[in-house]
């Protein structure tokens, strides 16, 4: 049992981690697919951001009078999490743009619909590159 | 500006991107861009240089004056040197195919958007490339990739759109993973310099969290590289994206992933953890031959030449995966041979494919007929490169087989060896099918008539000229072997730890 309890924050991490997974295997709609993107994601950040958590550590700013004695949470997985998550926002916005795209394409942003309108998974490469000269 | 070197190659691009963004008109955006392409391979070449004249062969570079391993640190080697060359040459190359945008969909007065992203794909290129630590990769691996994928949404058709968004999944579940390892690795080790983990790493290696760490880290970079069976997002990524940017991703994004495998495996874990006590090559091995035979096949029964060139990339990339897991300074210096000569013949002949869709306005297998005579220098790069793809003596592919199949039978692996010489029937018989299309059969004449486009004349010289570039340097590549095969043997060296 501590095993669940002593370690709860990576069972957090692995099961939003999952349900990201799923959402983008299962679900046809693309919009909830950016969305199962992003929990996946989120879940990563999680892992990071726990991992710099320390017991009975404070903010890591240096206080007055200096820091003898004083027990830090440590700051870089946090710093690096800025990064992530500014990668996540700028690749969510280039997804709902394609997704904006294709729906003007197709009319529709059921991936089922999409693969039917489109002539299934395989190609008739005739109709999907004419037209690309200039 | 010599002890510089590192940071510009990284810098320049990244810079010039957003400015790019302001310049008026598509010529000024073209030519700006084409500059700072030269520049770059300029200074991989310099690089390079400065890397022989070096005792150990590395190079190291404090960003903004931190040490290591709390500041990043640049470290470029004999196989970071290489990639950058390569990389930097194919973008120089690559962006001087005219009309540019070739088969993008781009509104009128929007083409220096086109630009900047390709100069923002080849900065994060670069920069996953120079850069010696392991963060740092995720950051410069999302910069290349979110570039990409808004360069191959561009591609003409309603499935464009579609194959980016796809990419887009598969690309960022991939970076997240490789993520997630490095997280893991920091978690166990305390730093994020690969040097460091290199030296760190000993001391926790027989622990779980490393094992999984590594297997994210694989699968991660797995996806990007397009190893079997991870590979379902490229066929399509690559023939609906605009052919220059067939041509330049083909060439560059999977190398340098490629490259970020060895650096991980070779490097950061060590060849004996990977291969010796977890076995890696039980799975690698069998993966790299189904690629190259599934990849082939599947390239067999394809009615879309840019189609078939992307299958011929999934069986191209397990020739590279093969000689990695053999693990042997030989095999790696065939892969890392194989990367060089394969970039040099799929750049050329996507850019072939752009000039016949520029002209004939498709790709489709059966519009190829009777071509060869309408579009003698655009076929003949076509042949030739094919003759690479297939491994005739006196080309590129030649050279990288030779050096896989010595290395199989430095390890008694006859039955490998084999395989890869199979396999090249199998490259045969799709590039027969293209030769037979454009010289051997007369084109419809019903289709002409359809059509009732003007009789269709040989590309410009502005596209023959990149194209014949690329094409002509797979047989220079292929009778002088003292830049490719030299760098890559002394990479190798340097990877396998026994010294240059």
């Excluded at chain 2, 970020?260 to 495996?265: C, F, K, S």
């Excluded at chain 2, 059509?451 to 590309?459: F, K, L, Q, S």
Aim: hydrophobic share 55%; with cysteine.
């Amino acid at each position: 049992m501590s095993e669940v309890l002593g370690l709860w924050n990576y069972w957090v991490v692995i099961v939003l981690m999952m349900i990201g997974l799923y959402i983008m295997i299962a679900r046809d709609s693309l919009v909830k697919k950016v969305m199962g993107l992003n929990i996946f994601q989120v879940s990563v950040i999680m892992f990071y951001v726990s991992m710099g958590k320390v017991r009975g550590g404070t903010a890591p700013i240096l206080p007055e009078g200096g820091a003898e004695g004083v027990l830090f949470s440590n700051p870089l997985p946090h710093v690096l999490m800025l990064t992530a998550i500014v990668v996540g926002i700028a690749t969510t916005a280039l997804a709902l743009a394609l997704v904006v795209r294709i729906k003007e394409a197709y009319g529709t942003i059921e991936e089922d619909e999409i693969h039917a309108l489109a002539g299934g998974d395989g190609m008739d490469g005739r109709s999907a590159v004419q037209g690309e000269a200039e | 500006m010599n002890a510089h070197l590192l940071v510009l190659e990284v810098v320049v691009p990244l810079m010039a991107a957003p400015l790019c963004m302001l310049l008026p008109s598509k010529p000024a955006a073209r030519m700006f861009s084409i500059a700072v392409a030269w520049i770059t391979l300029y200074l991989a070449w310099s690089i390079l240089g400065a890397l022989g004249a070096t005792e150990h062969g590395v190079i190291a570079y404090e960003l903004g004056g931190f040490p290591p391993p709390f500041g990043i640190e640049l470290r470029v080697d004999w196989a970071n040197a290489y990639l950058l060359l390569l990389v930097s040459g194919i973008a120089a190359v690559v962006l001087m195919f005219g009309p540019g945008s070739a088969g993008a969909a781009v509104a009128e007065g929007r083409h220096a958007f086109f630009y900047t992203a390709v100069l923002l794909a080849l900065a994060g290129l670069l920069g996953i490339t120079v850069t010696g630590d392991a963060f740092n990769v995720f950051v410069f691996l999302e910069v290349s990739s979110l570039a990409s994928y808004s360069l191959i949404g561009l591609g003409r058709g309603a499935r464009a759109p579609m194959a980016a968004f796809s990419y887009l999944i598969m690309g960022t579940i991939g970076g997240t993973l490789f993520l997630l390892g490095v997280g893991l690795l920091y978690q166990m080790t305390g730093t994020l310099n690969m040097a460091d983990l290199t030296t760190r790493l000993p001391d926790v290696l027989d622990t779980r969290t490393i094992v999984l760490a590594l297997a994210l880290l694989i699968v991660g970079v797995g996806i990007k590289l397009a190893v079997y069976p991870l590979h379902q997002w490229l066929p399509n990524a690559y023939s609906f994206a605009p052919s220059v940017v067939s041509a330049f991703l083909a060439a560059t994004s999977t190398k340098v992933m490629y490259y970020v495998l060895v650096r991980i495996i070779f490097t950061i874990f060590g060849a004996a953890f990977v291969f010796e006590t977890l076995h890696a090559d039980y799975l690698l091995l069998p993966l790299s031959l189904i690629a190259m035979f599934g990849g082939s096949l599947a390239a067999i029964y394809q009615h879309d030449l840019k189609r078939l060139l992307a299958y011929s990339s999934v069986a191209q990339v397990g020739y590279m995966m093969l000689g990695l897991t053999l693990a042997s300074a030989t095999g790696l210096t065939a892969g890392l041979v194989h990367v060089f000569n394969h970039a040099l013949m799929k750049g050329g002949l996507f850019l072939a494919v752009g000039c016949i869709t520029a002209q004939v306005g498709s790709s489709a297998m059966g519009d190829l007929r009777g071509l060869g005579k309408r579009m003698p220098f655009t076929c003949a790069a076509l042949v030739v490169g094919g003759l690479a793809l297939i491994g005739v003596p006196s080309t590129v592919g030649f050279v990288s087989k030779w050096y896989l199949v010595q290395a199989a039978l430095e390890q008694d692996l006859l039955s490998v060896a084999a395989l890869i010489l199979l396999s090249s029937l199998l490259a045969v018989v799709y590039v027969w099918r293209v030769v037979e299309l454009c010289y051997f059969s007369e084109p419809d004449a019903t289709q002409v008539e359809v059509t009732g486009r003007p009789p269709v004349r040989e590309a410009p010289l502005g596209q023959l000229l990149p194209t014949w570039i690329l094409i002509g340097s797979t047989i220079i590549f292929g009778l002088t072997t003292d830049l490719t095969v030299g760098t890559a043997s002394k990479a190798a060296a340097q990877l396998m730890g026994v010294g240059p």
